[in-house]
């Protein structure tokens, strides 16, 4: 059974940092891209950042780009969201989705997501 | 990046009805060297994670019910719901994976009347 669950939320100041993670297990955890994808209290999604299987390649939306860093272990079927200089737009809760599909490319759909973990930037 | 809009921002139908949900991009999602519309629609309950439903504008993920329907190609698609059931209420969003950012519509509510 595919799961995943994230950790790392909570509350931080604004200018603060976070670093998310994503436990994932029941698949082969390098053949398959990954992706941030976070929903601010009330609002819709908006993906935020993905990499592929192998980690070589990187994607970030422009609302977090040279901000935020995703980076992934294989070895630890771990993904990764280093979060900085955060923002009171960046409060949302925070989900680990995979892509479909074994090819390790993020151009393809979501098929699995975790429960999601929920960061709150204020002072 | 690709903008996604949809239409209507919410809407009300009685159980068994039809529900029609429509979908925009900013520019095509179709993939010409292997002729697929890069569009997936998500239906996403309160409380819980996205549920995929449809990908490839059309093709349904195993086990999702076959009252769900995706179609159209291109810049244009649509989210049919035939008979809608009380479980079917929920937000519905469609996404496009082809071009990074991998951009969300705003979503549609569906109710029950």
């Known amino acids: 059974e595919v799961q995943l669950l994230e950790s790392g939320g909570g509350l931080v100041q604004p200018g603060g940092s976070l670093r998310l993670s994503c436990a994932a297990s029941g698949f082969t955890f390098s053949n398959y891209a990954m992706s941030w994808v976070r929903q601010a209290p009330g609002k819709g999604l908006e993906w935020v950042s993905g990499i592929s299987g192998s980690g070589g390649s990187t994607y970030y939306a422009d609302s977090v780009k040279g901000r935020f860093t995703i980076s992934r272990d294989n070895s630890k079927t771990t993904l990764y969201m280093q979060m900085n200089s955060l923002r009171a737009e960046d409060t949302a809760v925070y989900y680990c989705?995979?892509?479909?599909?074994?090819?390790?490319?993020?151009?393809?759909?979501?098929?699995?997501w975790g429960q999601g973990t929920l960061v709150t930037v204020s002072s | 990046d690709i903008v996604m809009t949809q239409s209507p921002d919410s809407l009300t139908v009685s159980l068994g009805e039809r529900a029609t949900i429509n979908c925009k991009s900013s520019q095509s999602v179709l993939y010409s060297s292997n002729n697929k519309n890069y569009l997936g629609w998500y239906q996403q309950k309160p409380g819980q994670p996205p549920k995929l439903l449809i990908y490839?504008?059309?093709t349904r993920e195993s086990g999702v019910p076959e009252r769900f329907a995706g179609s159209g190609s291109g810049t244009d698609f649509t989210l049919t719901i035939r008979s809608l059931q009380a479980e079917d209420v929920a937000v519905y969003y469609c996404?496009?994976?082809?071009?990074?950012?991998?951009?969300f519509g705003p979503g549609t509510k569906v109710d029950i009347e």
């Open positions: 989705a995979r892509s479909q599909g074994s090819s390790g490319y993020i151009e393809l759909p979501v098929d699995y």
């Open positions: 490839w504008a059309s």
């Open positions: 996404q496009q994976y082809l071009y990074s950012p991998f951009t």
